[in-house]
């Protein structure tokens, strides 16, 4: 509670740096009224020093302050007068006490000292004490530069890897993760040694601190505490506040400025590096490795160098870019700056040289994404596609996805290229990889709009009528393949049907394969495994084979039962085992098999991807394959034996996963309520009606969807399970208790209801 300025705090008008300017000099005020109220000795001062002394205060901010004095002043007593009124005030102090040979040691040894110290700013008393304190913290650090940039180098690193980076996290730590406030403030402490940044760095710069300064302040005063990590369910309010229009705009201005943080700060690492490079005590004198690898482009030293005869080539900019990129070497900044002024917009269509360095630039791979982020930066990459910029730092807002939207094309596209040899057309793949999303920056469904979009662009390159439909097709149907092999039954020859024919050529379906692989890997680690990766190979080979002109029959059918699976249906025992990824269960045909067994997984932590079920001769057979993590050791027995008891009726099920579920609930990472919701789709498969049901996922969200299922008494034919991020999308195979497809209206609509009812329940 900050007493001495309520008033401050209080007023909504006031954000970024006008609130710390105001909140500054009321404390200010309150610690000089302090100071001299204790009638302190001659040759003693107070300064503020750290975020205090550079007048950044927020609501949550620690008060750093010393208390210098001459060496033979005693000051106990008002240091007492001088802390206990700010604790009382409910200040957070930060607090040294010494001379100022006494403080400017401690700082020798000691960066976070040595880094605040650079902030001092005098408060009250003896303004010689604390010119000389200020002179002799800003002396140490010039003499001691080359030791505490690498210490710095070595924080930023630690810090890095700790917090992650802002533009790319959910709930993004303002102050300490890459491209956060901290990296400015390191940025202007390598300035206080060594002057690398330029004009335009540092205007951009405060831009974004100020950015970052506004949402953080705002956070503060929210939380009532000191609290950098912006929470999802913060956002929508924080955002509101300071005017956005909604929180997806609000978090789209953070991830830019933190990029623009992050890319400045790149920047100066490589200059800084350089310097101390050169100064170190065991530098070798080496030749510099210059050479000019095209007309005006100099490589030196892992960078390229643009002259200013090179801008007489329209090309410049792509090929100055594929230069860096086929190099390994970044970007000069100043040749960025040259080029941002001085580059000829592409004509439109594009001269065939253009595209053919535009995709070999895409080709080299993860050397272009750097690449390509410094002519973002720059201004120079939306004039070659124009329709990027609304993706540009465009947050996805969900666990799924890792990185915002342009990042997460560049990624793709960069994975594609590892992928050239699936296909016999690498530069539309990489090309398509590069644009498959991008219609999420325009409002509708982003594979609709992303075909539009891309018909412009890629007529604007200059690609025939034929490969404008190839690129077209591959946004439109980039999650077809997933989409189908993890939520329809690869066995039913109405799917590989229906996927041939809406792909209809192979050269389609393998940049289609490739594509998804690249895509799935981008997004995030839950969106690739082996077990997604084996059914998109299968899919991809049995599609291939009709297209092909073979016979569908011939790569389907007669897998599930198998001999072995139909040997056990004619048992007379129970056969209820666990064996690597696979429970399989074998008993009396009886209502609730699936849900019970799923209840039983749900109780064990097992998270079930698969199901299939048959039924013969009043037997059945229910087979579930589950996700096994390195890490963890399946209880088979113990599962088979509470299997058995929930048969029996000797399990409470529906009670414990209540239990589970309130003292086990997974903290959901989702920007917005998941709308629970079910899709019906008589057409896939010609023997069941497939119901597609998205919801939030919790801990026995299966056993509550086939509860459903149970009360109903319909029969599970088989069931494809997949989470995505925080959402689950299940896929079921059903048929009502004469074996038939669903299509009644009614009873669909009472289906959904029981499903939906059961999703939301409270057990």
């Known amino acids: 509670m900050i007493t001495h300025a309520e008033d401050v705090l209080k007023n909504r008008s006031l954000t970024g740096s006008d609130f710390c300017d ?167 402490w390598v300035e206080e040694s060594e002057q690398i940044l330029r004009d335009q760095e540092n205007r951009s710069l405060e831009e974004a601190f100020e950015k970052l300064l506004e949402v953080r302040i705002e956070l503060h005063r929210e939380t009532g505490r000191r609290s950098d990590r912006l929470s999802l369910e913060l956002q929508d309010d924080i955002a509101v506040r300071l005017g956005y229009d909604d929180a997806d705009q609000m978090m789209s201005e953070v991830a830019t400025a933190a990029r623009v943080i992050a890319w400045t700060g790149d920047g100066a690492h490589r200059r800084i590096s350089r310097l ?54 970044y970007l000069d900044r100043s040749s960025l700056e040259t080029l941002s002024k001085g580059a000829t917009v592409l004509p439109d269509p594009w001269p065939k040289e253009a595209r053919n360095l535009f995709e070999r630039l895409l080709l080299t791979g993860w050397p272009a994404i750097q690449v390509i982020e410094d002519l973002d930066q720059s201004g120079l990459f939306v004039p070659l596609i124009p329709e990027w910029a609304p993706c540009q730092s465009l947050p996805q807002r969900n666990a799924y996805h890792r990185f915002t939207v342009d990042r997460h094309l560049l990624e793709a596209a960069a994975q594609a290229s590892l992928l050239e040899k699936r296909v016999d057309r690498p530069d539309l793949l990489v090309v398509g990889a590069l644009l498959h999303d991008i219609g999420k920056g325009y409002p509708g469904d982003h594979s609709e709009v992303g075909v539009d979009l891309v018909v412009t662009i890629a007529g604007r390159m200059g690609y025939s009528v034929e490969d404008v439909g190839l690129l077209s097709a591959m946004v439109e149907q980039h999650l077809l393949l997933p989409d189908v092999a993890t939520r329809r039954d690869l066995d039913d020859d109405g799917t590989i049907r229906s996927v041939a024919a809406t792909v209809g050529n192979i050269r389609l379906l393998r940049l289609l394969w490739a594509l998804t692989e690249a895509d799935s890997i981008a997004t995030g680690p839950s969106a690739w495994s082996h077990w997604k990766d084996g059914l998109v190979t299968e899919l991809v080979a049995r599609v291939t084979h009709v297209l092909e002109g073979g016979d569908v029959l011939d790569v389907i059918g007669g897998a599930f ?59 059945s057979l229910s087979v579930f394959r589950v996700e096994r993590r390195d890490d963890q050791e399946i209880k088979w027995e113990l599962i088979a034996e509470q299997t058995r008891k929930a048969f029996a009726g000797q399990l409470a099920v529906a009670a414990r996963l209540g239990d589970r579920s309130r003292f086990d609930r997974r903290a959901q990472a989702t920007a917005r309520p998941v709308q629970s919701r079910l899709t019906v789709d008589n057409e896939t498969s010609e023997f069941a009606t497939v119901l597609e049901i998205s919801c939030l996922d919790e801990t026995g969200i299966l056993y509550r969807i086939t509860r459903a299922f149970t009360e109903l008494d319909l029969d599970i034919v088989s069931a494809r399970v997949q989470t995505l991020g925080s959402e689950v999308i299940d896929a079921f195979y059903i048929r009502d208790q004469s074996g038939n497809k669903i299509e009644d209206p009614e009873h669909l609509a009472e289906i959904e209801l029981a499903v939906l009812r059961w999703i939301d329940m409270d057990l």
């Open 276 to 329: 101390l490079r050169d100064r170190g005590p065991r530098r070798v004198i080496q030749k510099v490795l210059r050479r000019e690898v095209e007309p005006g482009l100099i490589l030196e030293n892992g960078r390229i160098q643009v002259t200013k005869e090179a801008l007489e080539d329209p090309l410049v900019v792509l090929r100055s870019a594929l230069a860096a990129a086929e190099n390994n070497a």
């Open 22 to 188: 105001a909140l500054t000099k009321r404390t200010d005020a309150f610690l000089k009224a302090i100071y001299e109220d204790a009638v302190p000795p001659l040759g003693t001062a107070v300064l503020a020093i750290g975020g205090y002394g550079r007048e950044e205060l927020c609501p949550g901010s620690d008060i750093d302050v010393v208390l210098v004095h001459e060496p033979d002043v005693e000051v106990n007593e008002l240091a007492e007068k001088l802390w206990y009124p700010l604790w009382d005030a409910g200040l957070k102090l930060g607090h040294q006490v010494g001379t100022v040979n006494q403080i400017v040691e401690v700082a020798y040894e000691n960066l976070d000292m040595a880094t605040s110290l650079l902030a001092c700013r005098l408060i009250a008393g003896d303004k010689q004490l604390a010119q000389e304190l200020i002179h002799r913290a800003h002396e140490q650090w010039a003499s001691k530069s080359s030791h505490y940039l690498a210490e710095l180098n070595k924080s930023v690193i630690s810090r890095h890897q700790k917090f992650g980076e802002v533009a790319f996290l959910l709930e993004p730590d303002l102050k300490e993760a890459r491209g956060g406030l901290r990296d400015v403030h390191v940025l202007k």
């Open 561 to 619: 039962p198998n001999e072995e699976q139909k040997e056990m249906l004619l048992a007379d025992e129970d056969i209820i085992r666990g064996e690597g990824s696979t429970f399989t269960v074998v008993t009396k045909n009886r209502s609730g098999i699936i849900s019970k067994v799923a209840g039983v997984l749900a109780l064990n932590g097992i998270s079930v991807f698969g199901a299939a079920a048959h039924t013969e001769n009043d037997r």
